[in-house]
């Protein structure tokens, strides 16, 4: 049996603290940012303001790669989100602070779940789902988010007024998304991922 318990940069074979362990490929560097970046080109169709979107898939899928390859997964979340803020009708300049917010969302969501709460990342049960909401999901979505619209707001690319509302999206679609994408996502790392993604 193959299984990944904490989230960390390697593989175990067997249950026992003598069990086998061996490094991730080397593709699990490489991959988060591509997969972020397609992430990012599909939620462009949901853009509401700028760095604002109703459906944000980077954030989703970066909550799946960093559980199941450790938080190598991090590097390759901030780069898209550094290359990508043009795109979001945000200027190039600040880019290096818009690849922040949602770096941090995903990094806090690997840390107080795996790490803190120190459970597993497949999701076996609903007790461990519902931990996962709390502390992979809800926690870390209201503090990245929170983040995010000062960030704007501090920048110039929102308005005062706008805050509360912009807030309100980006964390009801960043919960939607990974109750949409990342539990299932998880709970397929159970079936098959412990056996095939190494």
Known sequence: MTSQPNGINNFTTGDRPSAISSPLPWWTWVAPLFIANIGTWLSLWFKTDPGTSLWYLPTALGIVMVYWWGPRALLGIYINALICAPLWDLPWKWSFLYALPETIEVGLSWFLFVKVSRRPVWLPDLATTAQFLLFGSVSPAALGNI????QLFVLGDLARPTLWDNWIILFSADLATHFVLAVPA??????HGRKKLG
Request: hydrophobic residues 60%; charged residues 20%; proline residues 0%.
């Open 186 to 191: 998880d709970i397929a790392y159970k079936i």
């Open 147 to 150: 983040y995010l619209v000062i």
